[in-house]
């Protein structure tokens, strides 16, 4: 399949967006195996557990229709 020609258009959108991108933890996380990956992903799931149970409880609103 041969490519589709962009005029340089998406160029400049991809550039655009890389300007607010860290790249350098895209380059970090990709040194990484597979393993080690899932084990930082469930080391993140356990601490935003944490969080849930031990941190400020959401407020509660009454809904009912007055």
């Known amino acids: 399949m041969k490519p589709k020609p962009n005029h340089g258009i998406s160029d400049a959108v991809i550039e655009a967006y890389k300007k607010g991108i860290d790249r350098t933890l895209i380059r970090e996380n990709l040194r990484l195996t597979v393993e080690q990956r899932f084990d ?26 007055r």
Do not use: I, V, W, Y
């Not at 356990?46 to 609103?61: I, M, N, S, T």
């Open 40 to 65: 930082n992903l469930m080391r993140l799931q356990e601490f935003a557990e944490e969080l849930r149970k031990h941190g400020p409880k959401p407020l509660k609103h009454d809904h009912k229709l």
